[in-house]
């Protein structure tokens, strides 16, 4: 069987120390062990804390080679029509983390998300993608599997008071990211915290002609921002739609943002 090369992501949130102190050592470092996990279970990965209207991450992805399958194909929420070949959690302990493996046939596209609990009300994840033999050629990918486009979203979001903010936001105005990007912010039951989205080297990210890449080039990482109702913020999927087409990305201080890298495989 022939492995396709993969690509990979990695996302790492640390928190400062707002939450109430228990006099018990080792109630607090129980409650800290168990404070973040994947707890929105209606979506493929989703994290939050065990903390009423917080910070919240999600993943969402789609193959991106012609806008029609953009529109149809992007995923986010648990959805029985979507012709997953399976999706599910390898192994997990809530105190540590663990591995889940999503089979999205649809989209041509093998995912595995990697989550780990670190001491200090921290976290971390790796998205790591791998094309499918059995992926069906499309406009742009006509050659085969190695000329399949991925586009994913982190999508963090504030449920309730607090601020979050891109570091270096004026760097990457105009064209984007070029490396790791970082986010800041604050919310009264977290406390400061810091969300850092890093891709190792060897990652491979579509090169194109066409005059719009000048402006939004696929090697950056895009970064939008913006204010919603809290009502609003499971829209997510439809937001991410949104935030494709507009040009160029905002860095406004926001409850939501979205974070957006291409790969593709050489």
């Given at each position: 069987m022939m492995v396709w090369k993969q690509w990979s992501v990695g996302l790492l949130l640390a928190?400062?120390?707002a939450l109430a102190q228990d006099t018990s050592v080792f109630t607090k470092s129980s409650n800290e062990s168990l404070l973040w996990g994947p707890y929105k279970s209606n979506l493929y990965?989703?994290?939050r804390p065990r903390i009423p209207k917080s910070l919240t991450a999600s993943l969402l992805w789609t193959r991106v080679e012609d806008f029609q399958k953009v529109q149809n194909n992007i995923r986010h929420t648990c959805e029985q029509h979507e012709g997953m070949d399976g999706y599910g959690?390898?192994?997990y302990d809530p105190r540590t983390g663990g591995v889940q493996t999503i089979h999205d046939k649809g989209n041509g596209i093998d995912l595995e998300t990697s989550f780990v609990?670190?001491?200090g009300n921290a976290w971390a994840a790796r998205i790591k993608g791998t094309?499918?033999?059995d992926a069906e050629p499309s406009s742009g990918s006509e050659g085969g599997v190695h000329q399949l486009k991925t586009a994913i979203w982190f999508n963090l979001g504030l449920e309730g008071l607090g601020s979050l903010e891109v570091k270096d936001a004026d760097d990457a105005e105009e064209l984007g990211f070029e490396g790791n990007v970082v986010l800041e912010g604050q919310t009264n039951d977290l406390g400061e915290f810091t969300v850092k989205i890093t891709e190792p080297d060897s990652n491979s990210h579509p090169a194109h002609k066409h005059p719009a890449y000048t402006a939004k080039p696929l090697d950056r990482t895009l970064v939008h921002s913006l204010q919603v109702p809290e009502e609003a913020l499971w829209q997510a999927k439809r937001m991410s739609l949104s935030s494709m087409k507009l040009l160029p990305a905002s860095h406004a201080d926001s409850d939501?943002?979205?974070l957006?890298?291409?790969?593709?495989v050489p």
């Open positions: 928190a400062g120390s990965f989703g994290v959690w390898d192994a609990t670190i001491e094309p499918r033999e939501q943002a979205f957006q890298p291409f790969f593709s």
